[in-house]
């Protein structure tokens, strides 16, 4: 069974108290007497930038007993530009006492100071309130959670965003700074107005994570008959052509579709634009599902429902750079319905780390099993986990995990029709993706004539392994012509 997630208010939590903060005589004492001693000082009140710094110092080497990487320069200069104008929010007399309130509701919250996991044999499904969210991302704030309980590369907390030394994406992490601490302010302008949202009750607007586990049963099931009777051309393909890439909030799949989250199998946020961070750091409510299942496996995925993002984001990797400000929930008159907001994390695989058969140039398809992995368990897995109007996705596994676009972009078309989805939505941003857009325009325009069968499809796919050197690696949508007319 997969292990729990200590909270910091769990009484099981215990460490030395090395500044003095308590009177006990025991070596050790509750972290959470420790930490809100802390935040509740006295003597040393949180009222300004180097009181905080300071705390968020004491918190790491109470936490975890030594001050070593412990860096917040970047969240300093950050704090220093977005509240020193005198029209900007009072931060330390307005929201602060707000946000250590709540980050100290927490044994009310969680009672059993533990989190439940997501994992294929016991729990598949969390619900949170949207307080109960809001309490776990301060403390990821305030980097008062201890380790992962299993083994991982994802961060349990934001420190990867504080240190200038650490962050040579500094647009991107600017951005994330940026949605945190407007999720913060309007926390705050939520409670003070009264609104619904404020109240953060789980049937008013529940924030859900859940796991998907495939079974060998699904996989015989989809790759036999089911596959032989679903045409490819049932799934509409529309390709987006932007000049530079964006998370605006049409490009999402609100209010009914979902949009793939190109995920790591230890999935979460990090210091730099991966398109994963990207779409998480906008959007704080989705922090927390690094702290509810260790690294995705081959049949699993990772869907996180109702998380509202705060900003969009522009650009990728070192040029992303917050692009804007979206407005609040409870002044959105747009239509849009970010409670049914769905994020797909769905990783692919790492291809240009995996041995390849006969120096094939195309990874995805040698061994063969790799169609399969990545089609039926990953993106059939995700899209077929509710009933969407469209599903919003790109060159999913394409950059650093050297996926052929070509390749997975079909296996993506092959995965939405046997789900049922009506549209598969392409976004492309540069020149070349334009030009690979085109390309796949024109495919599926053919397509929609051949009437060909997913099961046919996946055959020339398996077929291409014999031909991959004569065809190459730009070559697969003129294979797949080729086989199709015969």
């Known amino acids: ?13 215990r460490r030395v108290d090395r500044f003095c903060l308590v009177d006990y005589n025991d070596d ?38 030594t001050a070593a990487g412990v860096d917040f320069s970047l969240l300093q200069e ?115 107005e009264n609104t619904q949202t404020a109240h953060f009750e789980t049937n008013e607007w529940p924030i859900t994570f859940s796991m998907r586990t495939m079974t060998n049963e699904d996989i015989h099931r989809i790759q036999g008959d089911q596959a032989k009777g679903t045409v490819l051309s049932a799934t509409r393909v ?17 209010s009914d579709g979902a949009c793939v989250i190109a995920a790591n199998k230890c999935f979460g946020y990090g210091p730099s634009g991966t398109q994963e961070e990207l779409h998480v750091g906008a959007t704080p409510e989705a922090y927390p599902a690094v702290l509810l299942a260790p690294p995705l496996s081959d049949q699993q995925v990772l869907i996180c429902r109702g998380a509202e993002a705060m900003v969009s984001i522009t650009g990728y990797g070192r040029d992303a750079r917050l692009g804007d400000v979206l407005q609040g929930s409870v002044a959105n008159s747009d239509g849009m319905r970010w409670n049914s907001r769905t994020m797909l994390f769905m990783d692919a695989l790492e291809l240009d780390t995996l041995p390849v058969e006969g120096g094939c140039p195309i990874p995805d398809i040698c061994p063969s099993p790799r169609l399969s992995r990545e089609m039926v368990l990953k993106a059939y897995n995700a ?84 031909a991959a050197h004569a065809v190459g690696p730009e070559g697969v949508f003129r294979y797949i012509k080729e086989r199709i007319s015969q």
């Open 1 to 13: 069974m997969t292990p729990k997630f200590v909270l910091p208010s769990s009484a099981s939590l």
């Open 383 to 466: 899209f077929s986990s509710d009933t969407y109007t469209h599903i919003v996705s790109g060159l999913w596994g394409c950059g650093a995990f050297g996926g052929n676009k070509y390749i997975k972009c079909i296996l993506q078309w092959c995965a939405a029709a046997l789900a049922g989805v009506p549209e598969l939505r392409f976004i492309f941003s540069t020149p070349e993706q334009h030009r690979f857009g085109k390309e796949l325009a024109q495919l599926s325009t053919e397509l929609r004539v051949d009437r060909a069968s997913v099961h046919r499809m996946v055959d020339i796919l398996v077929d291409l392994k014999d």
């Open 28 to 65: 050790e004492v509750p972290f959470w007497d420790l930490l809100t001693a802390i935040l509740r000082s006295e003597l040393a009140p949180i009222k300004d930038i180097p009181s905080l710094l300071e705390a968020l110092e004491m918190i790491a080497v109470t936490l975890r007993g």
């Open 78 to 192: 950050f704090m220093s530009r977005r509240y020193i104008d005198n029209c900007a929010p009072n931060f330390f007399r307005d929201i602060w006492p707000v946000v250590v309130d709540l980050a100290l509701e927490m044994p009310n919250l969680f009672p059993e100071g533990l989190l439940p996991s997501l994992s294929s044999t016991g729990i598949t499904q969390i619900v949170f309130s949207r307080k109960q969210v809001a309490c776990l991302v301060i403390h990821q704030f305030l980097c008062s959670l201890p380790p992962h309980p299993w083994s991982t590369e994802s961060f349990v907390d934001l420190s990867p965003w504080y240190s200038i030394a650490s962050n040579v994406h500094r647009g991107a992490v600017d951005a994330y700074l940026t949605a945190l601490f407007t999720y913060f302010e309007r926390i705050v302008s939520y409670a003070k």
């Open 238 to 254: 529309e390709v987006v052509n932007l000049p530079e890439s964006q998370t605006t909030p049409r490009l999402l799949g609100l």
